[in-house]
């Protein structure tokens, strides 16, 4: 049955998102169009406009992408669409494990979108072996691709557990009698304030066991393995908070739902 | 039995909405749920489809706990329209037949074909009663061992009434039961085998049709009238 709920999940927020990736990548070969005329100064003024749009598309991408994945969930879930989503014979841990993969696949589409506009616009010859080359090159110890590798693997954590929290707020919230958008929005900012909390309790548990872990990141002995064990210890607690937001998601799906 | 509600209790807040229900039902009966506004029908219906947790109690469908096993022979028409509004009739016609194995499509697009609704006709542009025959119809296309129906005649006009009230009777198996909730008794009341009375969240009176008319020497629209006087 998952495979049948997250086909019907993706093409909901497919369909939010068409949009926004036909304005990347429209702007993405305006920009390459316009590029070519750029000695006109009219039309290198609009194409400067595009890239500062281009920019901000991109930025902006990726909160949209959570954006409609947290819209679908509120929809699907917790208003009318919730009578024929919680009266299909699946279980709901399907239901969850759905929504968190279309998350998931979202934000890949995004990522790869976004790259081919990138692509498109600002594409020039030899680009790739001069990419190719800078993620060879090893600093402080790490070849450039490694530490990329990590950081992307530790923003997809970041964004699940970001997601996961906004899911665990409206379930909460909507469980109750009333003002359920507002008790949703009271626990996203409990679990938000919590979470910081834990992350300055991590903190705080480095420098006590090893006084000198910070000042190393700043100083000339600092290594990239270094930095990368300190983001290690915080992907894991982001990852277990994740988790447990997941657990509360599902807890108050099954056992307290209040479609009133 | 089919349904069995044992002492279900729910609160809204401090407000007890549910108060200690029992209920039986057994296969092949058409059985009304009939209540004041605010007395606990749609409360007990969207307990029994899962749709509320309880805060007291067990309801059985078929021998399960509400879950997945219930879900699959349970046919439930909301009160309200719960279909997504960017879809056509085609596409929630395949998500019917992709998660119910009871749904019979070939009789899904005959009852909208007798209805003048088309496959590629988008929800979005279909007037209320509209959507809410398609609903009817997607609802009455399964062989569902249980049809539950609240409010299917709510705020329609006399001549859709019929249509709806027919749409139910013909396309149900002999074998299934229906519970459904109504203020409307006099349009139903000749097709009810069993009637189920409740106020404020209590079931006050639950016995066969034919034995209440025939103790009391009334219709049951005049027993209803009696019973909930203001």
Redesign the interface.
């Known amino acids: ?1 998952l495979g ?1 709920v997250l086909k ?1 999940d993706l093409k ?1 927020v497919c ?1 939010y998102l068409i949009p926004l990736y036909a304005v990347l990548l429209g702007l993405g070969v305006m920009v390459r169009l316009l590029g070519f005329f750029d000695n006109i100064s009219i039309i290198a003024i609009i194409c400067g406009l595009m890239v500062v749009a281009l920019v901000l598309v991109s930025v902006f991408s990726f909160v949209l992408t959570g954006i409609f994945s947290v819209k679908h969930y509120l929809e699907n879930l917790f208003k ?5 989503t ?6 709901k841990e399907t239901l969850l494990v759905s929504k968190v993969l279309v998350s998931l696949i979202t934000l890949i589409l995004t990522a790869l979108v976004l790259f081919i506009s990138l692509l498109i616009a600002f594409y020039q010859e030899g680009l790739f072996s001069e990419v190719i080359k800078v993620l060879g090159l090893s600093i402080y110890g790490m070849k450039v691709y490694e530490f990329l590798l990590f950081m992307i693997f530790y923003s997809i954590i970041g964004y699940l557990t970001t997601i996961l929290m906004v899911y665990a707020a409206i379930s909460v919230g909507y469980s109750k ?2 003002n359920k958008l507002v008790s949703s929005v009271v626990c996203a900012l409990i679990f938000y304030f919590a979470m910081e909390i834990i992350y300055f309790g991590v903190l705080s548990v480095i420098v006590l066991i090893d006084p000198a872990f910070i000042s190393d990141l700043d100083n000339e002995v600092f290594m990239m393995k270094d930095l990368i064990s300190f983001f290690t210890i915080f992907m894991v607690f982001t990852a277990c908070i994740g988790g447990v937001y997941y657990y509360i998601s599902y807890r108050y799906m099954n ?6 | 039995m089919l349904l069995e509600c044992r002492n279900v209790c729910k609160n809204y807040g401090k407000r007890e909405v549910l108060k200690d229900v029992n209920i039986s039902l057994p296969s092949g009966k058409i059985v009304g749920l009939l209540g004041k506004n605010g007395s606990g029908k749609t409360t007990l219906i969207k307990a029994i489809n899962g749709l509320l947790s309880l805060d007291k109690g067990e309801i059985l469908v078929d021998g399960h706990k509400i879950g997945v096993d219930s879900k699959k022979v349970i046919s439930y028409l909301p009160e309200r329209t719960y279909l997504n509004m960017h879809k056509t009739v085609k596409d929630i016609i395949e998500y019917f037949s992709d998660f119910y194995e009871d749904f019979d499509k070939d009789k899904a697009y005959k009852l909208l074909s007798n209805l003048k609704i088309q496959a590629a006709d988008k929800l979005s542009i279909m007037s209320k009663g509209m959507k809410e025959k398609v609903q009817l119809v997607l609802v009455m296309s399964r062989k569902a061992k249980l049809y539950i129906l609240d409010e299917p005649m709510g705020g329609v006009d006399p001549a859709t009434r019929d249509y709806i009230l027919d749409t139910i009777l013909s396309n149900f198996d002999e074998g299934s039961t229906i519970l459904m909730s109504t203020h409307l008794i006099s349009d139903i009341e000749r097709v009810l085998d069993e009637v189920i009375f409740i106020d404020d969240g209590k079931i006050i009176k639950s016995e066969s049709a034919d034995k209440m008319r025939k103790e009391s020497g009334k219709s049951i629209d005049e027993v209803f009238r009696e019973e909930f006087r203001c």
């Open positions: 049955m049948q019907y909901a369909r009318d669409e919730g009578y024929l919680h009266t299909l014979p699946v279980k009698s009333s056992k307290k739902l209040n479609l009133e």
